[in-house]
């Protein structure tokens, strides 16, 4: 008997554990974006629209059903908290769309964001194609260091020297150099080399959403919801250990929902201004040297009263201050932990990585070439950061709602590799690359962000960004307010 493949949100859903029942009206549908189809359902209703995020590989499907399902686990959360029927869900895909290109919306004070850095690119070497990351002050160093150069090289000087020195290399060797010096390059791989290669061979078989239960902890009951907007994490309290993209979307998304969000920085380690201007809406931020007295134990009286702990370090980075999910489970019995990393599981597991260098490995830019042999592509937002981020929002609204009926402390594990497999072999509607075409769908004439755009006055100044695209019957329409500077807040909850 042969069924209809499932749509990428029942296949995210069934990942997080949901029940299905709340995607009953779903079905077997290979695409969420028909409206006509989910007008009926009782809890999803969407907005369809085809030709945004055109690409080859089914990028607005992921999109829209990251989304989906985080308002979803959002909605059954607040009929927990409530004792109402779970509330209809909404999307809306040019708000989806906006949202996951939202680093390129941001203005402040008319000013557009800093994305790439002058050697964050594509490279030609000997063999084919290298991707370097260089964005962070420490990382253009050390990739300079492999070069031969100082630090205070001009960018001009160091992308000619760059060139020509890769130009003569093979890409694994670069790759291999440059990681060695603590910098980050990644060869072009295809699909199937990267399926082949045993990094990539390490993901095989494992789960979209790694869940586990941790210990037999009791049911943590919060206060009952009243009041509008719906705010379905409002009392929950979420330390905040992410930076860049995919962590810090999704504890925006958390701050969206109502929870005390508190980010903590290493005051020694550089982040990028515009990132958190993007990134920080909802938020507070402040710095705590974990290696320092003072700071541990200011951390350590933020985890005493914590709800949830999320952390988007490379594995071992916050485990070598003994921050184990477990040690942290062990003080704070019920807490729920968020874990993300760039690789997963395997031997890069504790590598750096960012989005754009996964989609490079995995062979996501192999897809996405403009033809055989050409330069390797992009997805057009960077999807495995914007995806992730709402499918760890929603693994921990899920484990909030699991904890609220059953009890345990909860861990929910992801990372940008294994979501590029999602995007790669599982989401309906992947289509191999065609030497007579450039993407899979071409661009919609029609569509016009400035509708899914919003200003807001602050700290920070007057910011153009994104409206959220989670929504459902009663969910807020915005932030509760804007992004402060970094790392400039008091280390303390705010009172109830």
Known sequence: ????PLSGTEQAWAALGGDPALLAHLGSSAHLGSSARLGSSAHLGTVGSDGLLPARLPVMELARSAVAVCSLAAAELAARRTGHPVPRVRIDDGAVATAFTSERHLRID?????????????WRTSDGWVRTHANYP????????????PADTPDDLAVDTAAASF?????????????????????????????????????????????????GAPVRRTAALTGEPLLPAAGLRVLDLTRVIAGPVATRTLALLGADVLRIDAPQLPESPDAHSDTGFGKRSVELDLAGRSGRAAFDGLLADADVVVVGYRPGSVERFGLTPRSLAARRPGLVIGRLSAWGHGPWAGQRGFDSLVQVATGIASVEAAGPGGRPGAL?????????GYLLAAAVLRALTEQHDEGGSRLVTLSLARTAAWLLDELPAHREPDADTDTETAADPSYDPEKWLTETD????????????VAFDGSPADWSRPPGPLGADAPGWLTA
């Open 1 to 4: 008997m042969n069924h209809a």
């Open 380 to 388: 057009p937002a960077q999807a495995l950061d914007h995806g992730t």
């Open 110 to 122: 008319g000013r557009a964001a800093t994305t790439f850095a002058p050697l964050s690119r594509f």
């Open 138 to 149: 420490h990382h253009r160093a050390r990739l300079l260091a492999t070069l031969g150069l």
């Open 458 to 469: 602050g700290p920070l100044g007057r910011l153009r960004h994104a409206l959220p695209p």
């Open 167 to 215: 130009a003569g290399r093979p890409s694994d060797e670069i790759e291999r150099t440059v990681y060695a010096a603590g910098g980050l390059a990644v060869a072009a791989r295809t699909p199937g080399q990267w399926a082949a290669d045993p990094r990539g061979a390490a993901l095989a078989g494992t789960p979209l959403v790694g869940r586990e239960r941790i210990d």
